[in-house]
């Protein structure tokens, strides 16, 4: 018994022995297998296209094998075609560490194109006009208007806040001449000026201005003063009638006056207006007859203060003093189309500029004369404006220029305008 114990024991000491040499020669060989080197192809990053400043792209590959194994090196140079220069990026070296197996060169980078720069140019765009009028059409909104006596593109533009040269573009107009009656386009109908006269009108009817805010100094142009005989011989009635402008009768302060010897304060009639005055008063027989012809003076005076004098008008039926003629300074313009609308300025002295005439008359050989339009409105002693209508001339030439106060004394200046085709 004891024997058949040995021997089991004795197999077993042998199996477990001949187990662990297996053992150890399995892991020997495996630690041989896994030191045998293997043939790795190294991995190479991606080849990067890179543009630069230099002619040429040198990349360079570093090999790093294992300890016993021959190290390789290979440096790859391209040539790459020379190219405009733009900024550059970044200029990477690429470094393999294989095991064995030499690195592969890198693959050829094909030329890259280098787009054309664009040069954009950048030009300020021009401000749009206000308004873009079509040709020989009114902007939409404008209305007819059709022109009145003395009515100019120059004061039509200051009324409706545009250019006379707007004005004419607009409406198509081959000159700046309008004549009364033309029909053009305005952006709104002007407002014409409403005169309320309360006053009770004279006899003869008398062209009234129209008032203004601004004080005016009263203005005489003429008087007539007399004294007539009453139902009672030792009365007599002063009556002086005076014409001219900016007269206020209607307002307390109004006066008019004789001043002389004696201060003489006429009542002024209810019938008076801006441009009429007419004043009487009652005096005793004895102080007219007493009066020294020619030394009294009419003074009116409006409510501001402010006053005109018309000098030796009166006593007794005196004549009112003849006053001086009319002078011409100048004519402007000079000269016009006859088939064109003009206004004449004339600036000189003595004009009356009640019922004042200017007239046109062919200087050489004379004939018809021709009646001009004058603007009473604007008129002044010093100047006028006078409108010689389109086609009103009916020959050219060199006209002489006349001035006409209502007490028929006349200015005339020689060759002042010349009417052209």
Same mark, same amino acid.
């Given at each position: 018994m004891s024997n058949g114990s040995e021997t089991s024991s004795t197999m077993q000491r042998l199996l477990i022995g001949a187990a662990t040499l297996i053992v150890i020669i399995l892991t020997v060989a495996a630690a041989i297998f896994l030191a045998?080197?293997?043939?790795?192809?190294?991995?190479?990053?991606?080849? /990067?296209?890179?543009?630069?400043?230099?002619?040429?792209?040198?990349?360079?590959?570093?090999?790093? $094998?294992?300890?016993?194994?021959?190290?390789?090196? =290979?440096?790859?140079?391209?040539?790459?075609?020379?190219?405009?220069?733009?900024?550059?990026?970044?200029?990477?070296?690429?470094?393999?560490? $294989?095991?064995?197996? $030499?690195?592969?060169?890198?693959? =050829?980078?094909?030329?890259?194109?280098?787009? /054309?720069?664009?040069?954009?140019?950048?030009?300020?765009?021009?401000?749009? $006009?206000?308004? /873009?009028?079509?040709?020989?059409? =009114?902007?939409?909104?404008?209305?007819?208007?059709?022109?009145?006596?003395?009515?100019t593109l120059s004061t039509l533009g200051q009324i409706v806040n545009m250019g006379q040269t707007d004005l004419q573009q607009i409406n198509c107009l081959a000159s700046s001449v309008v004549v009364p009656g033309q029909t053009i386009y305005l952006p709104f109908i002007p407002p014409v000026a409403t005169v309320t006269n309360t006053t009770t009108p004279l006899p003869t009817p008398t062209s009234t201005r129209p008032s203004t805010p601004t004080p005016i100094a009263p203005i005489i142009d003429e008087v007539d003063a007399r004294d007539v005989a009453t139902n009672d011989p030792a009365i007599r009635q002063i009556i002086v009638v005076a014409v001219g402008r900016n007269f206020r009768p209607r307002e307390a302060g109004f006066k008019a006056e004789l001043t002389g010897p004696t201060l003489i304060r006429l009542n002024v009639d209810l019938s008076s207006s801006n441009t009429s005055i007419r004043a009487t008063k009652l005096v005793s027989e004895s102080l007219v007859t007493g009066l020294v012809p020619g030394t009294y003076d009419l003074i009116i005076t409006n409510p501001d203060g402010r006053s005109d004098i018309a000098n030796g008008v009166y006593p007794r039926g005196t004549p009112t003093p003849?006053?001086?003629?009319?002078?011409?300074?100048?004519? !402007? =313009?000079? !000269?016009?189309?006859?088939?064109?609308?003009?206004?004449?300025?004339?600036?000189?002295?003595?004009?009356?500029?009640?019922?004042?005439?200017?007239?046109?008359?062919? !200087?050489?050989g004379g004939g018809t004369t021709y009646e001009l339009d004058v603007e009473t409105s604007t008129a002044t002693a010093s100047s006028l404006r006078a409108i010689i209508r389109a086609n009103q001339l009916t020959q050219t030439g060199s006209y002489d220029v006349i001035v006409i106060n209502r007490d028929n004394q006349t200015a005339v200046e020689r060759e002042a305008y010349d009417g052209i085709n």
């Open positions: 045998i080197p293997r043939s790795e192809t190294p991995t190479v990053p991606p080849a /990067t296209t890179v543009v630069n400043v230099q002619p040429l792209f040198t990349a360079t590959f570093t090999l790093t $094998p294992s300890p016993a194994i021959e190290t390789s090196t =290979p440096t790859a140079t391209l040539e790459q075609p020379t190219t405009e220069a733009v900024e550059p990026t970044e200029t990477p070296t690429a470094t393999s560490t $294989p095991t064995n197996t $030499p690195a592969l060169p890198p693959t =050829p980078v094909p030329p890259v194109e280098i787009p /054309t720069q664009a040069v954009i140019i950048v030009t300020a765009t021009p401000v749009p $006009p206000t308004f /873009t009028p079509n040709p020989c059409a =009114p902007p939409q909104g404008w209305v007819e208007y059709v022109v009145q006596p003395g009515d003849t006053p001086p003629p009319p002078d011409i300074f100048d004519v !402007s =313009p000079s !000269s016009g189309r006859i088939t064109d609308q003009v206004t004449l300025t004339i600036t000189g002295q003595n004009f009356i500029p009640r019922d004042i005439r200017v007239q046109l008359q062919r !200087s050489i």
